[in-house]
């Protein structure tokens, strides 16, 4: 003869499909939070964003040789909110690409920073898009700054807007 007692209960069904459900919605979630990176890189990731418009200039100056070229200037306000300091290792405006050969004033963007910085490059004039030209002063030019930021690599797509064209 088996007894049993009476406090001796299972779990019903519906509460262990419930608590199965909960279980694989959190680990759904986790995963997903993961996946699309929404944690950062373990809280220290570094997050650079632009703050205003962009402000590109070009000026007629003669470079070492006595040659006459176009220097591109392009300044603009950035915040890095994040700890790991950042530098800019490309940057497009308009159709022209330059991932070296340029000068960032400052050269590194320090963790904490909210500031002016400028990017200065030389072009041969024959190489000026029409984005660049007296025509386009007060119009819109397509930016494209790529950062490094410890082992990441962020992408800053922005509009400025062409201030001035000596040339």
Known sequence: MRRYLKSKRAISGAVTALILVIVSVALALAVAVFAFGLFGTFGSSGQVQAIGTPVVNVYSVNNKAGVGVAEVSVSL????????????????????????????????????????????????????????????????????????????????????VLNSTKF
Request: charged fraction near 5%.
């Open 77 to 160: 306000n950035l915040k890095n909110s994040g700890t790991n300091a950042a530098s800019i290792t490309s940057i497009t405006v308009g159709d022209l690409t330059n991932s070296s050969g340029f000068k960032v004033i400052p050269a590194t963007i320090p963790g904490g920073y909210d500031g002016q910085v400028t990017v200065l490059f030389n072009v041969t004039p024959s190489q000026l898009p029409g984005t660049l030209n007296t025509t386009n002063i007060g119009g819109s030019v397509p930016i494209t700054i790529v950062l490094s930021e410890g082992s990441l690599s962020p992408t800053l797509t922005l509009q400025g």
